[in-house]
Every structure is written in C-alpha cells, then in structure tokens.
C-alpha cells in the first residue's frame, strides 16, 4: 500500500529532479527569450513543476513547462496516495459489485472523452492537456483497481475471464464504428 507507493516514488523522483535541473537553463532561456518577459507566470510554471503539480494545472501555456511527460509522475503520486483508501473501500464490496464497478468507470471514463471532444468541442492543445489532468484520469486508476481487487479474488480462474476476448472484439469493433462516424 503506502509503503510500496513511497518505495516507488522513491526511486523515481530523483531522476525527475535531475532531469528538472538539467532542463532549467532551457526553461529560463523560454522565459527570457519566448514568453516575452512575463516572469510570473514562468515562477507559477517553475513552482508547478516543482512540487509536481503541474498536472493539475493544464492550462499551463507551453514554454513554461519544464519537463512535458513530468505530469505523469504528478498524477502518479495523487494515485500513490489514494491507494490505500480505495483499496480499503473495494475491500468491502462483493466481487460482482467491483466489476459493476470496472464497467461503470469505464463508461465514465468514455463519457468523459465524448463530451470534451463532440460535446464541449474541446480540441487540439487543450485536449491534450485537460486528459492529463489527475481528475480526469481518475476513472481509468479506478478502473485499474477493480481488476486488481478481482483478480486478487480469483477471478482470473473463473469462467467469466473467458469472455474478455469477446468484450475486446466488440469493443473493438465499436470503438472503429465510432471513429468512422465522428468527423
């Protein structure tokens, strides 16, 4: 639980603090240089990239971004630490509920797609960083969690695991009908 989580951590946040000093020449030279000398917004920029929360923060214009693919380790450590409540909670639930569970994430998840791209007609460069936000992501952990609190059960030795190729193929399938029908 936490224990292995901060283990985790442990192992990567040196190396993104390393990366964060080597690239910090090139953010001040974006700062000075691009973003027309508005200093405070490269301080918030610096600061989010800091304390790893710039995942929280999509919005953040583009030179003030330290280290791109470093929102994943934010969100990573928000997931580390709701580990261990989310996993107390599906303790408590019958295995059929967990996996009502995993399918009812999983349409939240595609709902939450539909509605920023046809819906809200949210596109390009806000797209892609409103899906990096940790809330965002937060159907997907969870559905990540009811696998494992269902195979923990056993439920990979059950016949219901024999059914998967077929969800996959009509998902699949639904998924390349969707694409075809969408622009």
């Known amino acids: 639980g936490v224990d292995q989580g901060w283990s985790r951590a442990s192992r990567v946040l040196p190396l993104y603090y390393i990366g964060?000093?080597?690239?910090?020449?090139?953010?001040?030279?974006?700062?000075?240089?691009?973003?027309?000398?508005?200093?405070?917004?490269?301080?918030?920029?610096?600061?989010?990239?800091?304390?790893?929360?710039q995942s929280w923060f999509p919005a953040t214009p583009e030179p003030y971004y330290i280290n791109r693919p470093g929102w994943t380790i934010g969100?990573?450590?928000?997931?580390?630490?709701?580990?261990?409540?989310?996993?107390?909670?599906?303790?408590?639930?019958?295995?059929?509920?967990i996996g009502a569970l995993f399918w009812a994430f999983f349409a939240a998840a595609m709902a939450l797609v539909w509605l920023?791209?046809?819906?809200?007609g949210i596109e390009g460069t806000d797209l892609e960083w409103l899906h990096k936000h940790p809330l965002v992501r937060w159907p997907e952990y969870l559905m990540g969690m009811c696998l494992g609190g269902m195979m923990a059960r056993g439920w990979l030795r059950t016949g219901v695991w024999r059914a998967a190729p077929t969800f996959t193929l009509a998902g699949g399938g639904a998924l390349a009908l969707y694409s075809g029908t969408s622009r």
């Open 116 to 120: 920023f791209e046809n819906r809200w």
């Open 75 to 97: 969100t990573f450590l928000f997931f580390y630490a709701m580990f261990p409540m989310v996993k107390a909670g599906l303790k408590r639930l019958p295995t059929w509920a």
């Open 20 to 53: 964060f000093g080597l690239h910090l020449p090139i953010f001040i030279g974006r700062v000075v240089f691009q973003a027309d000398g508005d200093w405070w917004v490269g301080v918030r920029g610096f600061l989010a990239n800091l304390f790893l929360i």
